[in-house]
């Protein structure tokens, strides 16, 4: 996704789940790199659920190597043909690649002046793309921050209803051993994102 830089006050508690979109985002846009891994093995977390589950992931990623993180990526994204996940939110709610949820996400995407980079030619309801944008939407970097209401839109359309499903067969596919951890981690994210922004409906 183009972005635009923006020089403004974000609350902490905002720039932290930022952060943690981004992450996903990066964890599920490409096979991670040396420098990624290293810095998600060096990641701790709390007794909360989330926190449990960035712990395991930092654990997992201590002992994994980035061949097999790479071979990892590609079976579960890629394949011969197909993966053994297709992480888009046409797949998943309709069982087709390119339907109406793509549709209505690159409307909602236009009216906040979020488009796609030129050298990215996947659909934009991937998960990394869809992690990555909200990141954004949260920090402005877009052109302006979003106001919370706005967000929780965003998030009720395009992410809460497969995200949990997604996270879920990440976290328990064949492949998935890096990459299942990360289905941890995105599944605990989502469920505190999706009871806070029921909590905060005007």
Do not use: C
């Given at each position: 996704?183009?972005?635009?830089?923006?020089?403004?006050?974000?609350?902490?508690?905002?720039?932290?789940?930022?952060?943690?979109?981004?992450?996903?985002?990066?964890?599920?846009?490409?096979?991670?790199?040396?420098?990624?891994?290293?810095?998600?093995?060096?990641?701790?977390?709390?007794?909360?659920?989330?926190?449990?589950?960035?712990?395991?992931?930092?654990?997992?990623?201590?002992?994994?190597?980035?061949?097999?993180?790479?071979?990892?990526?590609?079976?579960?994204?890629?394949?011969?043909?197909?993966?053994?996940?297709?992480?888009?939110?046409?797949?998943?709610?309709?069982?087709?690649?390119?339907?109406?949820p793509l549709?209505?996400?690159?409307?909602?995407?236009?009216s906040?002046?979020?488009?796609?980079?030129?050298?990215?030619?996947?659909?934009?309801?991937?998960?990394?793309a869809?992690?990555?944008?909200?990141?954004?939407?949260?920090?402005?970097?877009?052109?302006?921050?979003?106001?919370?209401?706005?967000?929780?839109?965003?998030?009720?359309?395009?992410?809460?209803?497969?995200?949990?499903?997604?996270?879920?067969?990440?976290?328990?596919?064949?492949n998935s051993?890096?990459?299942?951890?990360?289905?941890?981690?995105?599944r605990?994210?989502?469920?505190?994102?999706?009871?806070?922004?029921r909590?905060?409906?005007?």
């Amino acid at each position: 996704m183009t972005a635009q830089a923006q020089n403004i006050a974000i609350d902490p508690e905002d720039r932290l789940r930022a952060d943690l979109y981004n992450f996903l985002g990066l964890l599920l846009a490409r096979p991670a790199d040396q420098m990624l891994l290293e810095q998600t093995a060096g990641l701790t977390g709390d007794d909360s659920d989330l926190g449990q589950a960035i712990s395991g992931l930092a654990r997992v990623a201590k002992i994994s190597k980035i061949k097999s993180v790479e071979r990892e990526f590609n079976a579960l994204f890629i394949g011969l043909g197909r993966g053994e996940l297709l992480p888009y939110a046409s797949y998943y709610l309709t069982g087709f690649l390119n339907e109406k949820p793509l549709a209505k996400l690159r409307q909602d995407m236009a009216s906040l002046s979020v488009t796609r980079a030129q050298n990215v030619f996947e659909p934009e309801d991937s998960m990394a793309a869809l992690m990555e944008t909200m990141g954004g939407l949260i920090v402005g970097r877009f052109g302006q921050v979003v106001p919370l209401e706005r967000q929780r839109m965003f998030f009720n359309n395009h992410i809460a209803p497969w995200a949990t499903h997604f996270y879920t067969d990440l976290e328990g596919a064949k492949n998935s051993v890096f990459y299942g951890s990360v289905g941890a981690v995105g599944r605990a994210f989502m469920a505190i994102e999706k009871e806070a922004f029921r909590l905060t409906a005007g």
